[in-house]
């Protein structure tokens, strides 16, 4: 089931109105101009806002999600009739042939189980065309970044229209090996209400991550650094091969 922070009508509400920052985005739309992708995958593409900017620019776009919550408002944008969206992952998907396929943000490291990340690339696969590239992102797992989740490092507070003031931050509840579990909390001031959701990421090695990819039958062309975080994050690009 999706984490309630992608499904809860009131938190996915206000996702975009909480991270209105998406410059990680650019470097996405980027790779889709250098490969002359005309048509992209996006796997995990939550309330729509780079598949929106993919169809903007003329991209034929198959986005899916599996929360429904996160669709129904991607759906109900400006531009959203463009895009091809269906409810589901990577393993669900219809005959397709496109020239990219992308994981942005976390969704390669909310796949947290072995079997079901494997299906994901295996499913990338499938809808790639012969030579189509696969991008996603993960982050370093030797930088520790979870060590910085609390709240005196993640406290936000946002003004949101029709709402009023929210506060949001997140706290580590428990690391076990290469799983790291956390917590989110928003308080409404208009209501005082309190909502919480928890979420898992897996922070996979890149010596793994180019072994699964290779089973899966990519290869890997290049890890990249991402422009707005140097340093913190791999950003695989592999290429289906056959």
């Known amino acids: 089931m999706p ?16 991270e209105p920052d998406r410059e990680d985005l650019q470097a996405y739309l ?11 995958l996006d796997i995990g593409c939550g309330t729509g806002v780079f598949a929106l900017l ?10 899916v999600d599996p929360a429904a919550g996160s669709l129904a408002v991607a759906q109900a944008k400006p531009g959203a009739e463009r895009v091809t969206w269906i409810h589901g ?13 992308t994981m942005t943000g976390n969704v390669a490291q909310a796949i947290t189980s072995r079997t079901a990340w494997l299906r994901t690339l295996t499913g990338a696969f499938a809808a790639l065309q012969p030579g189509g590239r696969l ?80 089973t899966c039958g990519f290869s890997v062309d290049e890890v990249r650094d991402a422009p707005d975080r140097p340093g913190v994050e791999f950003v695989f690009v592999a290429r289906r091969q056959g």
Request: cysteine-free.
């Open 3 to 18: 984490d309630a922070v992608f499904e809860h009508p009131r938190l996915v509400g206000i996702y975009d109105a909480l």
């Open 30 to 40: 980027a790779m889709a101009s250098e490969f002359h992708a005309s048509r992209v």
């Open 54 to 63: 993919l169809a903007d620019r003329g991209v034929a776009v198959t986005a």
């Open 89 to 101: 992952d990577a393993t669900s998907l219809p005959p397709l042939q496109v020239e990219l396929a």
């Open 135 to 214: 991008t996603f992102e993960t982050r370093d797992p030797k930088n520790r970044a979870w060590e910085q989740w609390n709240r005196g490092a993640t406290l936000n507070t946002a003004l949101i229209e029709g709402l009023g003031q929210v506060e949001n931050w997140v706290d580590v509840t428990e690391v076990r090996g290469q799983l790291v579990t956390f917590r989110w909390t928003w308080i409404f001031a208009s209501d005082a209400a309190v909502l919480t959701s928890d979420s898992t990421l897996r922070f996979r090695s890149r010596e793994e991550l180019e072994a699964d990819l290779v």
